[in-house]
């Protein structure tokens, strides 16, 4: 039988990061197939947020390069990176990270009019992404109006919206109780499954890097085993 090679949705290439002297992360390597999910875990301070902020091209690399559907991000200047971060990438965080101005809906289309995809088209892909989540009832409700649990599934709605090839999460349970948590975690599963997208989870919970089908664990900003 042929091989056919599948190029990752991401590559990490011997990324090395320093705050001041501190080399924060060591030569970090590793890649994520699409719509596999991958835990990052490690002790507090061992690198994790600051690999994530580099994935999605808000921090910037000192050494090394991450390939993002083929495309390295290391050359390009801030507006290249911004685009290919708007594009490819969507990303969820503890504490949702609304717009606390605009609607449940306007919040999900915010991703695509960025992208100067046409009204019609917006609008049908809120309402299929607010269906996805069970939302659609609360569309025009302020994120104030919306519980923790609601919210971050606004949060992951629009993270998916704009159908990136990578989800970056940053402990989105560990501002919800355990059944909203357990919730949120059972819709990345079936949502990145159905969109095949690929996640990066960042969490310190057992339940969190249960959905996921690998582990990366970091310390002292190595990777230790999963790479
Ligand atoms: N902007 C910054 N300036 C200086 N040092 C920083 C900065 N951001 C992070 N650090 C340091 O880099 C190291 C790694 O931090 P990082 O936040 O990536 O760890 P983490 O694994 O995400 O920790 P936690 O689990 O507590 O969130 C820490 O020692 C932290 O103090």
Request: avoid cysteine.
């Given at each position: 039988m042929a091989l056919v090679a599948i190029e990752p949705v991401l590559q990490v290439a011997s990324v090395v990061k320093h705050y001041g002297t501190r080399r924060v992360l060591d030569a970090v390597s590793f890649s994520v197939a699409a719509g596999e999910r991958v835990a990052l875990t490690g002790p507090s301070g061992s690198g994790k947020t600051t690999l994530l902020n580099c994935l999605g091209g808000v921090d910037r690399l000192d050494e090394g390069d991450i390939t993002l559907h083929g495309r390295?991000?290391?050359?390009?200047d801030g507006n290249e990176l911004a685009r290919l971060r708007r594009e490819r990438v969507g990303t969820v965080f503890q504490f949702f990270h609304?717009?606390?101005?605009?609607t449940a809906a306007e919040n999900v289309e915010l991703p695509l009019q960025l992208l100067g995809v046409a009204a019609e088209e917006r609008a049908a892909r809120v309402k299929d992404f607010l269906q996805r989540v069970g939302l659609v009832a609360r569309a025009e409700a302020l994120p104030s109006q919306l519980s923790g649990g609601e919210q971050q599934r606004v949060a992951i709605a629009r993270a998916l919206v704009h159908r990136p090839d990578l989800i970056l999460a940053d402990?989105?349970?560990?501002?919800?109780d355990s059944a909203n948590g357990a919730n949120i975690l059972t819709l990345l599963r079936e949502l990145t499954d159905e969109t095949k997208t690929a996640l990066v989870l960042v969490t310190h919970s057992e339940e969190a890097a249960a959905i996921c089908h690998r582990r990366i664990h970091l310390r002292d900003g190595r990777v230790v085993n999963g790479g």
């Open positions: 390295s991000i290391a050359n390009l609304l717009l606390p101005t605009l402990e989105p349970t560990g501002n919800l």
